[in-house]
């Protein structure tokens, strides 16, 4: 029978379970709860009911979480640690840490939604940095292909490299070294980027239409959908596409063995390919054999050692023939077959073996046939990518310290209880890893939706992520693992630091290290965010001087019309006729090429003074134009006339810089006489005028000479129409009529020339795009920050806010107060961001020919907006800070 005292009390065989089953450190405390709940719940609901609750609370206890450990020397750990691995203890850590993450929902706010942006951010690089390696790898043996480049140094003139080489390069390599087992060659028609395909009535320009060997297929790799790689090319007039361009031409339906009309020239299909097969720095939309339009006799005949660098060589080495050692032997082997040809123009020049694989990222010779990746672009994107990261880490640190105190009591209460700083560091870094884990996840669908638009701004042509699961979710990982360590490593050490014994005494002031780092962090933050307001000013001031630059002619509305095609050709006159009788178009000239898509030609020239027996000879770009393509671009004349009608090809007109290099004074350039000496064939050229310079290739290269001559009708390939209206829509579609009606056959386009101009620039332009979305976001990232440590710094100055105001202090000293050590940190940032910034700037700004300079005023742009940005940052807390009713802050510390 139970006595009196035993009525009153818990159950003691509920009790002696919870004595024999829970960890003793969890023991006094669970026991004690549970015995208060029991004597409250006897004066509400009796001692009957009281004790059946204590009995099925003890119950519910029984779980392995509050279990004995029992380890083999038989003494339980004292606090469980974070390397166990327990699923209900990793249940319990991340209870705490949602907990922890809801309860301060500001900061949560402020540094989910900054590592949210600092993942996209970088998520979005580093896809697109990993997208530009890996190029040619799937080609067999493709360690073993090498591409023939070429070094030549003109007379007087800077070496420049070019990817292409003479066309008898390829044999004589094959035929000279036994090492080489193969050879392929690949052709781009430098006055051909478009080609016109016909199908029945169907009809539309391509690009990318190159001319191969037979044995093109031997060397690369190719995954044929129709028909086979071998001999593809080997018959005349034999065409391999795209699957891409065989559905443009015959839609679902098989091309194998179908024709087309390529230029107006007959060509069956003898194969179709992926071309999403890998990655190749050869992105052919078709591939012709070389047995076609002409270019078999030309590449037969060709004997041209020097000039010509036309065909891109290919050659596969036996596997173990050594790569350095062949190219060591180039220069005799090309002495051996073109000295004399050398000797005649005085010119140097020297053969090269590049790696098929290495191309794409390390490769950017002149006439390259792609658009291959800018290292230096790909570095910069992976210091962006970095920079917003650790800008979006570095929120996190100083959020956590400066938070340190409101969890130091956690801490002091954890050790006291038993745990060790490696188990409390180890918790902290979890928690760290679970906000850095939801920021990646958020980031997947930000990146998705954003890619078209992003692809857009850079020019870039990087594939859904879907495509690229595995390098996606590696790319995720290590940004998880490598951001969660970097943010929560000093705040997790410096947190599990604290003495339980201080904590417990009151004592929880942050110490000046932390403050010193915090101060360092923000200004590491605002260094990144103005060198990228630096650049922004930079960049976009040298573009602006790029689009406003004097080229030396009249670029504004100007049309061009493109007349590659014999059909095309066949009716330029009449086009040109039919423009003249519009009263909007003022002038018509028609060129070879024009700035914005000059390839035309190079010739080494000479110049012999009278009386004297040395020559002076350069290089010179030529070009071949009409009567009125001079005056159509408004282009001055310095002396002498015009091209006329009547002049012969041997008539020329020079640039100033011809005569320059050529040492022609200006008073005796008309009538003097220059010739090219080449292969004991001399021709003479008289010059009958000479023009003022103008800038016909793009602003990153001089000056060079220049020589135009007449040219013949089918040579020239563009028409530039001088235009003055307002009604640009309705003279288009009356132009798109007369074109209909005389080449119904052919699309009818036009372009800009001053938008075919700026498309020199594309890569500044992406560049332009990639710094101004970086400093936004590094700018708001740095701006987060500053508002949550000025958030923490008016909470933990409420007092001292408070006393001032009641000693007579006004507003605008109080929002001074608080703003003034923010100001120096930004002010600091500015010191040291300004040389940074000039110098990588001024690096950059070498790349072109003709730059604006670096001016100082820049530098105080920059700062001002970063100290104005601040400022507003900070000011809602200081002003807030400033207006609170001092009565009320006193009362509330």
Not at 170 to 193: H, N, S
Not at 575 to 604: C, D, H
Not at 682 to 707: A, C, N, Q, W
Request: charged share 15%; aromatic share 10%.
């Amino acid at each position: 029978m139970a006595t009196n005292r035993e009525q009153t009390e818990p159950p003691r065989w509920a009790d002696r379970l919870l004595e024999g089953f829970v960890s003793p450190y969890l023991l006094e405390d669970l026991q004690g709860d549970l015995q208060e709940i029991f004597y409250k719940r006897v004066a509400q609901v009796g001692i009957s009911q009281a004790r059946r609750e204590y009995g099925w609370a003890v119950l519910h206890y029984l779980n392995p979480f509050f279990a004995k450990p029992h380890h083999r020397t038989g003494n339980p750990a004292p606090y469980p640690q974070f390397a166990s691995l327990d699923p209900t203890m990793i249940r319990n850590y991340l209870k705490i840490a949602f907990r922890n993450l809801w309860q301060n929902k500001a900061f949560t706010f402020i540094n989910l939604f900054g590592l949210t942006i600092g993942t996209s951010c970088s998520l979005y690089m580093l896809l697109f940095v990993y997208n530009q390696y890996g190029y040619d790898q799937q080609h067999a043996g493709a360690k073993q292909l090498y591409r023939v480049s070429t070094e030549v140094i003109e007379p007087g003139g800077d070496p420049f490299q070019l990817a292409p080489s003479s066309p008898p390069i390829a044999k004589a390599l094959q035929d000279d070294f036994g090492e080489i087992m193969a050879v392929t060659r690949l052709f781009k028609d430098p006055g051909k980027e478009r080609f016109l395909l016909k199908k029945g009535n169907e009809a539309f320009y391509e690009t990318k239409g190159y001319y191969a060997d037979s044995s093109f297929f031997q060397l690369f790799t190719y995954q044929f959908l129709e028909g086979s790689s071998q001999h593809a090319l080997d018959e005349p007039y034999t065409v391999v596409l795209s699957a891409e361009t065989a559905g443009k031409l015959f839609g679902s339906h098989p091309a194998i063995n179908q024709s087309l009309l390529i230029n107006n020239e007959l060509y069956r299909v003898t194969g179709v390919y992926n071309e999403t097969y890998g990655k190749s720095h050869i992105r052919a939309h078709f591939l012709m054999s070389f047995r076609a339009g002409g270019m078999v006799e030309f590449l037969r005949t060709s004997n041209q050692w020097v000039g010509q660098n036309l065909v891109y060589t290919y050659i596969r080495l036996n596997p173990k023939a050594d790569p350095h050692q062949l190219e060591a032997k180039l220069p005799a082997f090309l002495l051996h077959h073109g000295q004399e040809q050398l000797a005649q123009v005085s010119i140097k020049k020297s053969l090269h073996l590049q790696p098929v694989t290495d191309i794409h990222l390390h490769s950017q010779l002149d006439s390259e046939l792609e658009k291959n990746a800018n290292p230096q672009f790909i570095r910069l994107m992976l210091l962006i990518a970095g920079l917003i990261q650790f800008m979006a880490c570095i929120n996190f640190m100083n959020m956590n310290t400066a938070r340190s105190t409101g969890r130091a009591r956690e801490v002091g209460v954890r050790k006291v209880m038993g745990a060790s700083r490696s188990s409390l560091a180890g918790r902290f870094i979890g928690e760290s890893m679970l906000l850095v884990t939801m920021a990646a996840v958020l980031s997947i669908p930000i990146v998705w939706l954003l890619l078209p638009i992003l692809n857009g701004l850079l020019q870039a042509e990087l594939p859904v992520m879907f495509t690229h699961i595995g390098p996606t979710a590696v790319i995720l990982v290590i940004l998880i693992l490598v951001t969660g360590l970097l943010s929560s490593f000093y705040p997790a050490f410096y947190l599990s630091a604290y003495q339980a014994v201080n904590v417990l005494k009151g004592n929880l002031r942050n110490g000046y290290t932390s403050i010193s780092l915090r101060k360092g962090l923000v200004i590491t933050q605002f260094v990144g965010s103005i060198t990228l307001l630096i650049a922004i000013i930079v960049i976009t001031q040298q573009l602006n001087f790029i689009k406003t630059r004097n080229l030396g002619f009249d670029q504004q509305q100007k049309i061009v019309f493109t007349f590659t095609t014999p059909e095309a050709q066949a009716q330029r006159f009449a086009f040109t006729t039919s423009l003249r009788t519009k009263l909007a178009i003022t002038q018509i000239g028609s060129a070879a090429n024009y700035p914005g898509r000059w390839v035309g030609e190079n010739m080494p020239m000479f110049y012999q003074p009278p009386g004297k027996k040395a020559k002076m000879g350069t290089g010179v770009w030529v070009n071949r134009i009409d009567e009125t393509f001079l005056t159509t671009l408004h282009i001055p004349l310095l002396a002498g006339r015009y091209l006329t009608q009547v002049d012969t090809n041997r008539q020329v007109l020079v640039n100033e810089t011809t005569l320059r290099k050529l040492t022609i004074p200006l008073k005796k350039a008309v009538g003097s006489r220059i010739f090219l000496d080449y292969q004991n064939l001399r021709e003479d050229y008289t010059i009958i005028g000479v023009i003022k310079d103008f800038h016909y290739r793009s602003l990153k290269e001089p000056l060079r000479p220049l020589m135009v001559l007449t040219a013949k009708p089918k040579q020239l390939n563009y028409v530039v129409a001088d235009i003055h209206t307002d009604a640009l829509p309705e003279l288009m579609n009356r132009l798109a009529a007369t074109w209909q009606k005389l080449i119904p056959a052919i699309p009818f386009e036009f372009s800009f020339l001053d938008a075919d101009i700026q498309q020199q620039y594309e890569a500044e332009n992406a560049l332009l795009h990639i710094i101004n979305g970086s400093a936004l976001l590094a700018l708001l990232i740095a701006c987060l920050g500053l508002f949550g440590l000025a958030t923490f710094t008016a909470e933990q100055r409420t007092k001292e806010i408070g006393v001032r105001k009641v000693l007579g202090a006004s507003v605008s000293s109080i929002v001074g107060l608080l703003s003034k050590d923010f100001l120096k940190l930004v002010l600091l940032a500015i010191a040291i961001a300004s040389p940074l910034a000039w110098y990588a700037m001024n690096r950059w700004l070498q790349s072109f020919a003709y730059k604006i300079d670096l001016e100082w005023w820049v530098f105080a742009l920059a700062g001002l907006l970063a100290i104005g940005i601040a400022l507003v940052t900070v000011s809602f807390h200081s002003i807030k800070a400033a207006l609170m009713n001092p009565v009320k802050s006193l009362r509330s510390e």
